[in-house]
């Protein structure tokens, strides 16, 4: 199994010059996991250093032509992922220039991304565990009167809205809402 690594800026085919945002590799623990530059690299082989990869072009393949064995280098600082270049001069040069304020940077974005898979997370298993709720309790008399709008806020607030509710299939529009919500964040 390949663990995938993602890159900002692209990495280019000597062949076809076409740009790969990503590339796979198992010099890691092959565990099908995705990386960035600042991620921690679980199984690998080298502290600090560099190791080897080659690029995988897909247009290449869905061209048919032979892909060329075009080298890409992972830089590696203390089990992160520092970098990723295609030339083994830049990339020793960022292994050498690798600093404290990168490191605090890849800190700072390894907690916000935790911050936000925590409250995805916990959205998406609170919007669960009303429908749940909504699908065990039993029905419940109509309160009328003063009463009537405090149940109807306390229910605004506190249920799934109605469009969940009364949806042909309200897991996955639960799904849905929390994938937006998700994608909302990230922006």
């Known amino acids: ?22 590339l ?13 530059i600042g991620s921690v690299l679980s199984g ?7 190791i080897k ?23 590696i600082w203390h089990s992160l992922l520092a970098g990723v270049e295609q030339d083994l001069a ?9 600093d404290r304020l990168d490191l605090i940077a890849w800190l700072d974005e390894a907690q916000r991304e935790a911050a936000r898979w925590s409250r995805n997370y916990h959205k998406l298993f609170s919007d669960v565990s ?8 039993p029905p419940e008399p109509e309160p009328t009167g003063a009463e009537a709008e405090r149940h109807r806020a306390f229910r605004r607030f506190f249920s799934l809205p109605e469009e969940i509710l009364t949806a ?5 529009a639960i799904l849905a809402a929390n994938k937006q919500v998700g994608d909302d964040v990230e922006d």
């Open 1 to 22: 199994m390949f663990d995938t690594i993602h890159v900002k800026k692209p990495l280019i085919c000597p062949v076809c010059g076409a740009e790969e945002s990503s």
């Open 24 to 36: 796979q590799t198992k010099h890691f623990d092959s565990c099908m996991a995705h990386f960035k």
């Open 44 to 50: 690998s082989p080298v502290l600090i250093g560099i």
């Open 53 to 75: 990869e080659a690029l995988w072009c897909d247009a290449c393949h869905k061209a048919g032509r032979q892909s060329a064995d075009s080298p890409v280098y992972l830089i």
């Open 90 to 98: 830049k990339a020793e040069a960022r292994l050498a220039a690798v």
């Open 130 to 137: 009303r429908w749940h709720e909504h699908l065990t309790r």
């Open 168 to 172: 042909t299939d309200p897991l996955a």
